[in-house]
C-alpha cells in the first residue's frame, strides 16, 4: 500500500509537469499563426481538397545518439545508445481505392552490442470503397511495444467507416507557390483554380518525373520560371512534408502468422485515424490501435499517439506527440507508458535536416520520470 500511495505522489509529480510541457508546446506550435504572408493558409481550405488520384512515397535514413536517464532512482540503467534508421512509405489513393505500405529498420549501437530490429510499427494494407465512406480492406501489419523483446505479425482482413486522405500535393503547392512569390518569380499570389492545376500536377510525379512536373506547373501558372523557379519549386518538391486530412475507423479480424510467444492466435483489432490540416504549415494527427487474441479472455494490447506539427519557418519545423501504450495480461494485470517527445528540425537543405528531440516517459514501473536527449539528422532518399 505504501508503495503504491508513493507511485501516486510521484505520478502526480510528473503529471503536472507533463501538463504543462504539452501546454507549451501547443503555444509554441502556435507561435506564428497569422505571421508571414497569408497565402500559406489563407487561400484555400486544405482539409476541402481531394485528390483525384495521387501518390505519395518516401525513403528517408536517419540517425542520433541518444542519453537517457533512466526510470529508477539509482540511476543503474541509464543508457548511452547511438541508432541508424532506414524508414518507408508508400501511399497510392483513388476514388474507389487507397494502399498503403510503410516499414522501418533500425541499428542500435551501445558499447555492449550492435542489435537489428526490423518491422517496427509496420503495416501494409488496400482498401477498396464501396460507397463514398464505406470500404473494405485487408492486409498484413505488426504490434510491438518500445523496449520490449518480441514482434506480432498479422494478416487481417475487416471493413471500416470514413475518409483519411493524403493532401499533400495540396500542401506543397501552397508552399509551392508562396515561395515563388517571395522569389520574384510570381507577382501576386494565383487563384483556386490554378491552385488545383498545380496541386495535380505535383500529385502525378511518379508519373512524370521532376522535369514532366515542373513543365505541367509552368504551364498552369502561365509564366516562365526560369532558372530561379526551377531551383526554387525544385527545393519545394522535394522537401519532406506530408499533410493528411480526414478521419476512418475500422474493424478486423486476423491470424497471428508470427508470435513470439510460439502461440499463434486469432485476433480482433479496431483501429481509428484521424488528421486536421487547417493550413499548410500544420498537422494535428492522431492514430489509435487496440488489438486482442481470440477467444477473449481479458488481455489487449493498445497503442496511441496524437502528433502536432508546425513548420516555424522556411528551415525550421517544431513537432510534439504524446504516445500512450497499455498492455493487459489474461491474469488481469496491466501495464501502462505515457510519452511525450518534442522535436526540433532545422533544413540543411532540401533533403537533409539536424534533428533534435527531447523525451519523458512515466509509466508502471517507474521510480522516477525517463528523460532522454537526442541530436540526429534525417537524410531523405527519395
Known sequence: MGMTMGMAVKGARFARPLVSAVTVIALLLGVGVGVGRPAWGQMIDLCAYTPPENRLSALTLSGDYRYFDDRTLADTQNVSVGHLTLEGFAWAEGPEWTYNVSGSARVEITAEAITLTTLVDTEGTIQRYLSERLFAFGGVDTAGLPGQPGLTVSALVGAGWGRFRDVTPMAKAIRAVAALVEKGVLEGMPDEATLLKVAEAIGQRRELGLPGVLQAIESALGVPLGVEGVLTLSDVLGMELARFCGWDVSAALGYELLDPTGQNDAVLRLRTNAAFAPDAKTQALLRARWRTPLPWAGEYVFNGTLSLERVLSPIADLGAMYRLSRVRYVDGTTETTHALDATLSL????????IVKGQAAWG???????????????????
Do not use: R
Not at 533544413?347 to 539536424?354: G, H, T
Not at 508502471?364 to 527519395?382: D, K
Open 364 to 382: 508502471t514501473g517507474f521510480e522516477e520520470p525517463e528523460l532522454g536527449l537526442s541530436v540526429g539528422f534525417q537524410y531523405s532518399l527519395f
Open 347 to 354: 533544413a540543411l537543405q532540401a533533403n537533409l535536416s539536424v
